[in-house]
């Protein structure tokens, strides 16, 4: 999820503690004489009524209040506030708006109501379940609109709900992937051409007699043609799942077997560079989980490579899996120059590379732990790195186990040394 979701997210939560903590000393003070009717008695309120101004479904509403909501319409953040039984009981300004309704037309609704989205409500029996979820909510209409909707309880039992318009960095985000989908396929034509004639160039080459450096430029302009074209193919790759034209297959796939597919195909490649690849499995290991085998295939095989390649020769990469009370884990360790704990998130990110002095003079595109990240996140699952400059690094990818044991059944997961995680939702 981008940086700007996170700060939206952090924002709308310390404005909803704010209210959270106001209604809560409202409620435990109780109602004096002559003053207004207390939060608690707004929350009670059963069905929309013609309200006076100033007030919600009847029920007078407390000045400080609607100046409380204030920072939250600033922010651009609407605010609900849900009873035990489903029905909204506060809402600010801006959430009224962002949904298509007059003001104070959301007090006595339900979410139903309110969204006309079933997964609003799957949401809310989440954010109970979990402690926070969220969702994008698609408005219909011209233009649409995409909401990001927040939920996570209170301490009194209650729901707060986080609406925030979206639409414009969606719109965004789409012409940037439609953009890279169409120049990726607009090069793909004329580099296959300059490849295919690059080829015939180094076959004619050997029955030629040419001066060295004519060859070597030759060689170069293959190996670099071929780069390009890599890049390519892996722009293409991303643009489709991030836009998720790309379905998965939802099979029972064995992460052993997965493991040891990518070792055994990487192994002369490791041999190559003088790197030990092993694998280390405990037996009879049930590490099924659902998903496209194909895909995991490419996330395995990529953590492996990259090992390789940024091990010096004699050192050794092993690949573990390991199996939790409800998830497999999967961790690809090397003993290569390790990474900067500033680098930990960034390199997911497209085109981010740590050092590429360090690659051997055979740096890759940039894309393929990008992909692997899109990848495992469609899963349900999570990636992460932990390393340090100088000790070598740690992948891992945990993923939903298709068949969770119970609570204190046998367990086979080590530890994980930190949470330095990227999460995948």
């Known amino acids: 999820m981008p940086i700007e979701y996170w700060l939206i997210l952090a924002g709308t939560a310390t404005v909803a503690l704010i209210c959270g903590a106001w209604l809560g000393r409202r409620s435990t003070a109780g109602e004096e004489p002559g003053s207004t009717v207390a939060a608690a008695t707004i929350a009670q309120a059963p069905t929309v009524t013609a309200a006076a101004p100033g007030s919600i479904a009847g029920v007078p509403i407390p000045a400080d209040l609607d100046a409380l909501l204030v920072p939250a319409d600033q922010i651009g953040i609407g605010l609900i506030r849900v009873d035990r039984q489903g029905t909204i009981t506060i809402s600010n300004r801006l959430a009224t708006e962002m949904l298509g309704w007059r003001l104070r037309g959301l007090v006595g609704r339900t979410l139903l109501e309110t969204f006309l989205d079933h997964n609003v409500e799957n949401l809310v029996a989440r954010a109970r379940q979990q402690g926070h979820a969220s969702i994008e909510h698609v408005m219909s209409g011209e233009p649409q609109r995409t909401l990001v909707v927040h939920a996570w309880p209170s301490a009194d039992g209650e729901l707060w709900i986080g609406v925030v318009d979206v639409s414009e960095l969606s719109r965004l985000r789409r012409i940037r992937t439609e953009f890279v989908d169409n120049l990726s396929h607009e090069l793909r034509t004329p580099l296959s051409t300059v490849r295919l004639l690059t080829e015939s160039l180094s076959l004619e080459s050997e029955r030629m007699e040419l001066p060295a450096r004519a060859r070597d430029s030759i060689a170069k302009i293959d190996v670099e043609t071929g780069h390009i074209v890599q890049m390519v193919n892996e722009l293409l790759d991303l643009a489709k799942i991030e836009q998720g034209d790309t379905p998965l297959r939802h099979d029972a796939v064995d992460m052993v077997q997965v493991a040891e597919d990518a070792a055994s195909r990487l192994r002369i490649y490791a041999e190559r560079q003088g790197v030990e690849l092993k694998t280390d499995i405990p037996a009879d290991l049930d590490a099924t989980i659902v998903g496209d085998q194909d895909r995991l295939d490419q996330v395995l095989a990529n ?37 900067a704990r500033a680098d930990h998130l960034r390199i997911f990110e497209r085109f981010y590379k740590v050092d590429r002095a360090r690659s051997r003079g055979r740096g890759g595109t940039g894309l393929g732990l990008a992909i692997a990240r899109h990848i495992v996140e469609r899963h349900q699952g999570r990636i992460w790195v932990e390393s340090e400059e100088g000790n070598g690094s740690c992948f891992f990818v945990r993923l939903p186990s298709a068949h969770p044991v119970p609570v204190n059944g046998p367990v086979t997961e080590q530890p994980v040394k930190s949470n330095a995680s990227v999460t995948l939702r």
Do not use: C, T, W, Y
């Open 303 to 339: 953590l492996v490579h990259n090992a390789i390649k940024f091990s010096p020769s004699g050192s050794e990469v092993v690949v573990h899996v390991r199996r939790g009370a409800s998830d497999v884990l999967v961790e690809v360790e090397d003993h290569g120059p390790g990474i």
